[in-house]
């Protein structure tokens, strides 16, 4: 959302009607105002590095463009007008698309600074009254809006899956991410949305994660010793997060390595688990049963396949169930105090037992 952009005057005609007298020279002086861009569906022509919101968009209807600002001078051998925007403000509403580029401009960490220039068709009338000089001032052409606009970059999203209450953190940037601490949080305001039962990461044993002030309006974990690396792409599952019975309210936010609070983005759709063969929400060892069964079959017979998988089963959806074996997207039951699996090596160890002698039935080779 862009609000309050100050705006000069471009490629602009003014077509001048008297009543009286034929000729009159029109002329204006410091003209600018505000331009209100208000979030709605549609879209807009955007160039450079801008990039449209999933649930924003510019459409040019909800663009109206003030001049408050600056005089237009109207004079005649009758007499003059003059309109003074800023006791006599005019509201433009755009003719068309507007367009917007922006241009990075430098920033550090999680700050961006932009260029910004916001070009808006208008076409519209002014009417001005003074005496015997009656005349209507149409502007046809382009309002631009030229500045700066500093962001703050929200690299994490925050996906919560609204039937199993298991919520998902992504690094959905293309860069890696640090992080020491993260809060999920509901606003209470019809009563508080999440369940202080849920698998944590602690639970689960990532890195020195521990829970903090857990309660049904705020669940906190963070992280002492370093911070928690996500890879462009990465995620950690939380199962039990959200009551789905509750509203879709939740806030979420975490703290980078220099300890800003950053607020990421949240959304509510399915959590689908590569590696969850059988799509039951778990990725354990009947996924790795059902690969094994289905070794150089068609890819239709395994659900949650690796991201771009289509032909036959084969080495790389094992390859995705070992690195999401453990997840699980089921929430404990009540009352239950989720334990730490064991160490994810030996489980995978135990199984690949199970692939190694998988693969001698089939006369695979298995060498080193």
Known sequence: EFTGGQFALSDATFDLNLLLFPVADISS???????????GGGAVTTTGTAAASATGGFPAADHPVTLNTGIFDISSPAGSSMIDLSTDPQVLPPAGTPTIELTEAGGSGVQR??????????NSSIAADAGIVTATVDVAGSLVAVGTASVTVAPLLLTIDPASGAARIENISTEAVEFDGYTIASDGGQGDSLRTTFRSLEDQGVGSWNEANLSAGRL?????????LLEPGGELILAG???PARPADLTFAFTGPTGELIDGFVEYAAIDLTGDFNADGTVDGADYALWRNNLGGPGATLQNRPE???????????????ANFGKTTVAPSAGAVAAAPEPAAACCLAV???VV????????????
């Not at 600074?113 to 208008?122: A, H």
């Not at 906190?220 to 928690?228: R, T």
């Not at 002698?357 to 080193?368: D, I, N, Q």
């Open 29 to 39: 002086q410091g003209i600018g105002g505000q331009i209100s861009t208000l979030p």
């Open 241 to 243: 997060v959200y009551d």
């Open 220 to 228: 906190s974990e963070l992280h002492p010793f370093g911070e928690q």
């Open 352 to 354: 690949l037992l199970g």
């Open 113 to 122: 600074d932009y260029d910004v220039r916001l070009v808006f068709p208008i």
């Open 308 to 322: 771009g998988s289509s032909g036959v089963v084969g080495e790389a959806d094992l390859a995705a169930w070992q």
């Open 357 to 368: 002698a998988g693969w001698s039935r089939r006369g695979v080779r298995v060498t080193g």
